[in-house]
């Protein structure tokens, strides 16, 4: 007898499962940070160290910036796509 109309114990098809590679759903983390949030974060450091030449501060913006990122990334790793939609809904409605 052949296989063509029995399903495995999942319930799904033979034949129609493909695995995924971790790659392909994964978010993209620079220090466990999503990357655009990770880029912003250095450079906002940087112009601060840099161009007013205020390298402790500069350093601390990048500490304590990173530090409440990778925390929230843990918490919710797609955080900055919530907070932009947090941030554009409104708090009421017009009549």
């Not at 296989?3 to 034949?15: A, F, K, V, Y």
């Not at 409440?68 to 955080?79: E, L, Q, W």
Request: net charge positive; with cysteine.
């Amino acid at each position: 007898m052949s296989n063509l109309g029995e399903h495995s114990g999942d319930n799904r098809p033979d034949g129609f499962e493909a695995p995924l590679h971790m790659s392909l759903h994964a978010p993209i983390l620079l220090g466990g940070v999503p990357r655009g949030i990770a880029i912003l974060n250095g450079t906002i450091a940087a112009a601060i160290g840099l161009g007013f030449q205020q390298w402790l501060a500069g350093l601390l913006i990048w500490a304590v910036g990173h530090s409440v990122a990778v925390v929230a990334t843990r918490h919710d790793p797609s955080f900055p796509a919530v907070l932009v939609r947090h941030i554009r809904q409104k708090g009421y409605f017009r009549c």
